[in-house]
């Protein structure tokens, strides 16, 4: 057990307390998991401490860069330094099987270079990247950008890790002057383990910016593809309208949930059927997804890809939205 791990000195918070709990520069450097990366960045501040922000704020430590990880409340931000501390012990497990000291060192190193706290515009004053990972509303995400260009350094490049909103919507409250210091990282879940991070090219991001977000990708230990400011990127864009066509089949009763997942499994080699894949996902998340394509895309709409599902409308109203409450297209509650 990496018992010390739960008693790691937890980074103050407070306003004062953020940055200077650690200096950077007096701080002996630990252990990394990639050596000195090339990454075009040093200083990296992740907002959102949640499922995807803390991800990205680990990952982004693991391959060496000072983290700032930003959220709302004390509260927030412990969920987040869980998220991490959990991953961590997972990977240190596995990278040192026969050495707990070594699975603690390795643990906390990474852990260090992690600041948490709660005044975002501390957080950004020195950054060259800011990875925003907070909820999927635009205009929370457009009122971060726009405090945040006020305060962070002229050349920082601001990223969003949005999963359905236009990459141009999100950056239009900004000046011409930092649009081009703008596009998309979109992250998998979970972060630490999925290898792919789609690079979002928005209509106004230079191509200095788009080069530098895929080398940041890459010093990840990403595998980065290039995409333009569509609708699902490329990854959703494709899944979406699968786990929507399957449950149009289950409505209208053509195969039952689990003949249809066991047939995508063994007839085309997919690792999860599309139903097991729709309540990892969460069905919630789903909805908003397809509603979201229903607003913003009339092309989408008129294509009928995007058309609500009575089933999956009810199990969303049910709570039901999957593994993480339970219950989904299938019940969980036993397996705990
Ligand atoms: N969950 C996924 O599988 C997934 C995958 C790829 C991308 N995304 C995208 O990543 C983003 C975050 O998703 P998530 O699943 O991590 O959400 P989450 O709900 O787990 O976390 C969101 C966090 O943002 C914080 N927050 C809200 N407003 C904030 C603000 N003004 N400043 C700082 N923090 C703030 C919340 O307190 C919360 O901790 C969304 O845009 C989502 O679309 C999610």
Redesign the pocket.
């Known amino acids: 057990m990496l018992s010390r791990l739960s008693i790691l000195p937890r980074v103050p918070f407070g306003r004062i307390s953020y940055i200077n709990s650690r200096p950077y520069s007096t701080e002996p450097q630990p252990e990394v998991v990639k050596q000195k990366n090339d990454s075009p960045f040093e200083k990296v501040t992740v907002?959102?401490?949640?499922?995807?922000?803390s991800g990205i704020a680990q990952v982004s430590a693991m391959s060496n860069h000072q983290v700032q990880l930003?959220?709302?409340?004390d509260e927030?931000i412990s969920?987040?330094q869980a998220y991490i501390m959990k991953s961590l012990k997972r990977i240190a497990k596995k990278k040192y099987p026969e050495s707990q000291p070594d699975q603690i060192k390795f643990a906390e190193n990474i852990y260090s270079r992690i600041d948490f706290g709660t005044n975002?515009e501390l957080a950004v004053s020195n950054a060259d990247l800011v990875v925003e990972?907070?909820?999927?509303n635009v205009e929370?995400k457009r009122s971060?950008f726009s405090k945040l260009d006020t305060v962070a350094p002229s050349q920082a490049i601001f990223a969003s890790?949005?999963?359905?909103l236009p990459i141009g919507d999100i950056f239009s409250v900004l000046p011409d002057a930092r649009k081009g210091n703008t596009g998309g990282l979109?992250?998998?879940?979970p972060v630490s383990q999925m290898k792919l991070v789609e690079v979002v090219k928005g209509s106004t991001t230079s191509d200095e910016t788009f080069d530098k977000l895929t080398r940041f990708a890459i010093a990840l230990g990403k595998t980065p593809v290039s995409c333009k400011d569509t609708p699902g990127f490329i990854v959703n864009r494709l899944l979406v309208p699968y786990m929507m066509e399957a449950i149009r089949m289950l409505e209208r009763g053509d195969a039952s949930a689990r003949d249809i997942d066991t047939a995508m499994k063994l007839g085309a080699g997919y690792p999860m059927g599309p139903f097991e894949l729709l309540d990892y996902?969460g069905l919630d998340?789903v909805k908003f997804i397809t509603n979201g394509w229903e607003e913003t895309y009339p092309e989408l709409k008129a294509s009928g890809i995007s058309a609500p599902s009575k089933m999956l409308d009810d199990l969303v109203s049910a709570g039901k939205l999957g593994v993480k409450s339970g219950a989904g297209f299938y019940d969980y509650s036993k397996k705990n």
């Open positions: 907002f959102g401490a949640g499922l995807m922000g930003v959220d709302l409340t927030a969920k987040g975002p990972a907070v909820v999927e929370i971060i890790n949005t999963s359905s979109h992250f998998f879940n996902v998340t």
